[in-house]
């Protein structure tokens, strides 16, 4: 899919990112990097394999850098200004499709997908969230609970940071509709595995 480099603002911050459009789009989806500093980007294989995944299903994609990152500016932010930053993402990608709401959609991996998590549930627009990999064994995912929004959740069998085991247990918890995949034999950077992500995301999407 073609992308093509695009800015849009945060507050006084300019943000860089990736923008495709496909023809007849289906939906649009933006794609939350890991964290900043340990070399998390937009360029991540994680995150292209998400965008691969609503390609295939004619979504319009976003993926970008927070900022601090690459040509972003500002400084990182303990995740309260990244969530500012995919809050203002979705407004980007949505207000590029003005004829007609289309379903909108958040995702992130690791540290994306806490921040995703987060302004997912912010955002009217946004009706899906897919968390890949949050680190459930680091942070409190609690907050989602209650949410009725559709949540997606995605990781490795052997991810030390986001243990199978706990994510289940979350998933359980979920009030709203959801769905969990725990992929075999994958651990938290998913190297070799960035097929199975994507074909994962993909068929919960088109389900």
Known sequence: ????????LCG??????MLATPDNVAGAGVVCHPHPQYGGSMHNN???AACDAMWGLNYATLRFNFRGVG????????GVGEVEDAVDAVKFLVSQHRNGKIP?????????????????????????IIAIAP??????????????KRIILISGDSDPYCPAT??????????????????????HFFGGAEDDVTKAIHDVLAA
């Open 104 to 128: 909108t959609l958040l995702a992130g991996y690791s540290f994306g997908a806490t921040v995703a998590l987060r302004a997912g549930l912010a955002i009217a627009d946004v009706e899906t």
């Open 166 to 187: 706990q994510l289940r247990a979350l998933h359980k918890k979920l009030k709203g509709p959801s769905e969990l995949k725990i992929l075999k034999g994958v651990d």
């Open 46 to 48: 994680v995150v292209e």
């Open 12 to 17: 006084k911050l300019t943000l860089e990112g």
């Open 135 to 148: 680190a459930i064994a680091m942070v409190d995912l609690s907050f989602i609970v209650a949410a009725d």
């Open 71 to 78: 040509r972003s500016e500002g400084v990182f932010a303990d």
């Open 1 to 8: 899919m073609e992308e093509k480099r695009v800015t849009f």
